[in-house]
């Protein structure tokens, strides 16, 4: 792994990686290199901090277009199934050639170099370390997580809930991602409540 990295990479240069890798990151450390990968839940917790779930959106947004370019492969039917251990000595070049055509002849997903891209990843930046005016309230006891929540369909007045256009919300999540992503989440809670979704409204201000 050393002199492979050592051909296409400089000390200091930053490697992402999912948490698969949890277990050589010191290796990736040892050999000069930054490295990001998304933050594990501590024992007992049922979610990461602000800050690490800040550092984890900043990586899976960074990530997910490396893991776009990846996912091309599985249009083969080579890459799409188990790989024979036959194949294992010859990966590296098949999956080199496979690459290579991929950038040759295929169009690019992302070229993140228009003054849009640099915006965007400028606003991420200023929001990564910005206070959760959520998690304040939150902390100040303004907002709590179990009182004073009533299902939607037992109020009586009307609730004038703002409606969010898919262009106010590509902004507000900073990309289409987390918006693709909304549909897999919302069947997966319609899996696990018989079809059903109950919305809840509190009164706090």
Not at 116 to 142: C, E, P, R, V
């Amino acid at each position: 792994m050393n002199d492979n990295l050592s051909v296409i990479c400089e000390p200091g240069d930053t490697q992402i990686v999912d948490r698969s890798f949890r277990n050589v990151a010191g290796v990736f450390e040892q050999l000069g290199f930054a490295l990001k990968m998304p933050g594990f839940l501590k024992t007992g917790a049922k979610q990461l901090d602000s800050d690490q779930a800040n550092d984890t959106r900043m990586i899976t947004k960074t990530k997910w277009v490396i893991e776009s370019f990846h996912s091309q492969f599985r249009t083969w039917r080579f890459f799409s199934e188990r790989i024979s251990q036959d194949f294992l000595l010859d990966i590296d070049i098949l999956v080199r050639t496979l690459a290579a055509n991929l950038n040759k002849y295929r169009p690019r997903l992302f070229y993140g170099k228009s003054a849009g891209d640099y915006a965007l990843a400028n606003k991420m930046l200023l929001m990564k370390n910005k206070t959760s005016h959520l998690q304040q309230l939150i902390s100040n006891g303004d907002l709590s997580l179990r009182n004073n929540w009533k299902n939607i369909l037992h109020i009586d007045n009307n609730i004038d809930f703002q409606y969010l256009t898919l262009d106010f919300l590509r902004e507000y999540t900073c990309g289409i991602y987390q918006i693709k992503q909304s549909s897999a989440y919302a069947k997966a809670h319609l899996y696990d409540h018989d079809g059903k979704f109950e919305f809840q409204v509190s009164s706090s201000e």
